[in-house]
Nanobody, 129 residues
């Protein structure tokens, strides 16, 4: 059974930094894609960044490029992925989710929530001005 558990969400001042973590377990093969998504109040859930596990190729939405960095730590049975968020802005305020898809997602698709089968419970990030 695939499980994802996020942590690291906090309240910070504008310009600050946070690192979110997501522990991913349950995949029996290495062929999967992990994504970070966020959902602000009253808005649709949007893709932030994604990584294909085998190649390590990463893709990010334009609004976070240069500020957010997606990384991973592959252990034997659990993969932990991180979203390092710098230069945070009030518009980054949202619940952040990690998600997993049991296949390689093309760059054009990996930031679409409908491509993912498994989701974490989310972690709240609040950025005040």
């Amino acid at each position: 059974q695939v499980q994802l558990v996020e942590s690291g969400g906090e309240s910070v001042q504008s310009g600050g930094s946070l690192r979110l973590s997501c522990a991913v377990s349950g995949f029996t093969l290495d062929d999967y894609t992990i994504g970070w998504f966020r959902q602000a109040p009253g808005k649709e859930r949007e893709g932030v960044s994604c990584i294909y596990n085998i190649s390590g190729r990463k893709y990010s939405t334009d609004s976070v490029k240069g500020r957010f960095t997606f990384s991973r730590d592959n252990a034997k049975n659990t993969v932990t992925v991180y979203l390092q968020m710098n230069s945070l802005k009030p518009e980054d305020t949202a619940i952040y989710y990690c998600a997993a898809s049991p296949r390689r997602l093309l760059p054009a698709l990996c930031l679409f929530k409908g491509q993912y089968n498994y989701w974490g419970q989310g972690t709240q990030v609040t950025v005040s001005s």
